[in-house]
């Protein structure tokens, strides 16, 4: 018996199957009469309405459940791109200047000391993360990598990309 429960939700558990019960209560309840009785349909309406109705309205109901979850992944996408791109017009120059250093040395990697604020603070702000907890050297000093998707929203924004390096060149010819 429980087998037969779990197959059933299984079952339920696709969308599509939500449309299909969906569209034949719809289709049962909406066939006009004359066509319901050609198709022998017209007693098995009468008789199971109530049932009917209530698989409609209960599907229909799953089908809208699923809908909002589907439309709320690529909402939340979209929010977190505006929110991680404002984060980055937001950094201070010194903060721009670590962050352009990735991209002009080409490397994921750049070593920081333990007590560099700069480096805490852009791990703080997640857009770069202590990629080892081994030090190398007499001073505690810790590789920290850019988030890959620091480093893709600045791909895919070269203007920001371009005001980084521009600041990060005003730093290293004064």
Avoid at 34 to 49: F, G, K, T
Wanted: glycine letters at 6%.
């Amino acid at each position: 018996m429980l087998e037969f429960f779990g197959k059933a939700l299984e079952w339920l558990g696709s969308p599509k199957r939500w449309a299909a019960v969906f569209i034949v209560c719809v289709v049962l309840l909406l066939l006009p009469r004359h066509l319901a009785e050609r198709m022998r349909l017209a007693d098995v309406r009468e008789h199971y309405l109530p049932w009917i109705s209530l698989c409609g309205i209960f599907s229909s109901a799953v089908l809208l459940v699923e809908l909002a979850v589907w439309l709320k992944t690529p909402v939340k996408s979209i929010r977190e791109r505006r929110d991680r791109k404002a984060v980055l017009l937001s950094l201070t120059p010194p903060e721009m200047r670590v962050i352009a250093e990735y991209f002009r040395q080409q490397t994921d990697t750049q070593y920081f000391s333990a007590t560099d604020g700069l480096a805490g603070g852009l791990a703080a702000k997640g857009l770069i993360y202590q990629s080892s907890t081994v030090s190398h050297g007499l001073t505690p000093v810790f590789a920290f990598n850019l988030q890959p998707w620091a480093r893709e929203t600045l791909r895919r924004n070269p203007g920001v990309l371009q005001a980084f390096m521009v600041i990060a060149n005003r730093k290293s010819n004064t």
